[in-house]
């Protein structure tokens, strides 16, 4: 053995530090977030202490969301082996079956930390997890086509983390429909920002048979598609807080929306080049706009 290994691959057991480069800590952030406008959505509701808003966020993000990752990993060790061998399960410092047995000993503290927020929250942490797993392993293995891979990613990182944080507001009782509405158009409209996000994996998934839209459809096609994907809802979004009355936050919305359009027009000249820009500015906006929205609803629960 190379001598120059790090003693814990030496000895067969993964380091704490790899353990945690398998949850990706830098992902974590878009569930919290949906997270936490679920949280505000809900208005007063029974008046929640703050463990269990704290509690809210280690489920969406460290443990629901971190468990996602390593499942991702283990089912991807071949191909990380291949385009990105410095991994912790290719390169050894996560050996053997370790990132497996990690991946369902983390699935199941993330439902039995659930089960203790209610039974809509565990529900919807049940309904996560699962599409956690059909979207990285086999046999369903969604990711290797964008259609219902991003569809599952979008649905657990907005739609159920929304529903959770309002769930936890309300005593673990299952949101009101305008909540329920809401968190399923903003699901709807991340599907494009996984579509983006794509963007900078096509060639492997070119190389790998992995039917990622890009790799599907062109750059060109596909970053119209996600722009469809992202504007459409919240078009609905601004429709129903005018329906609701809540004109103020219809008009914050919209002023996400129109800024989005100038933005994507942009993308759209390069979108190659401009995908990762498109990331770091029109995706701000977007959900900006999921707070605004997340406010209005509060207030009107209020």
Excluded at 150 to 159: I, K
Excluded at 216 to 230: I, P
């Amino acid at each position: 053995m190379d001598q120059s290994a790090p003693a814990s691959v030496a000895v067969g057991r993964a380091s704490p530090g790899a353990l945690l480069e398998l949850l990706k800590p830098i992902t974590w952030f878009p569930p919290m977030w949906a997270f936490l406008c679920g949280w505000v959505s809900a208005g007063p509701g029974t008046a929640p202490t703050a463990w269990a808003l704290l509690a809210g966020i280690a489920l969406t993000g460290p443990l629901v969301c971190g468990a996602s990752q390593v499942v991702n990993d283990w089912f991807d060790k071949d191909v990380d082996a291949l385009n990105e061998p410095h991994r912790p399960i290719p390169s050894g410092r996560v050996p053997g079956n370790t990132a497996l047995h990690f991946a369902v000993i983390w699935t199941v503290i993330a439902q039995i930390w659930a089960l203790m927020l209610g039974a809509w929250v565990a529900a919807a942490t049940c309904l996560g997890l699962l599409l956690a797993w059909a979207y990285s392993a086999p046999p369903l293995r969604l990711k290797l086509n964008g259609w219902w891979g991003n569809s599952a990613v979008a649905l657990s990182y907005e739609g159920l983390a929304w529903i959770t944080g309002a769930a936890i507001v309300l005593g673990g009782k299952l949101p009101p429909s305008p909540i329920l509405m809401i968190a399923l158009l903003y699901s709807i409209g991340a599907h494009g920002i996984m579509t983006l996000n794509d963007f900078k994996s096509v060639h492997g998934d070119l190389r790998m048979g992995i039917r990622s839209l890009p790799a599907q459809l062109g750059r060109e096609k596909a970053a119209r598609v996600a722009c469809v994907f992202m504007l459409i809802p919240q078009l609905c979004v601004v429709a129903l807080l005018l329906h609701w009355q809540l004109v103020l936050c219809a008009v914050a919305v919209s002023s996400s929306v129109l800024a989005q359009l100038l933005a994507m027009r942009r993308l759209l000249s390069d979108p190659e080049r401009l995908a990762p820009w498109y990331n770091a500015t029109g995706v701000s906006l977007y959900v900006a706009g999921m707070m605004a929205t997340a406010v209005g609803l509060g207030g009107w629960f209020a």
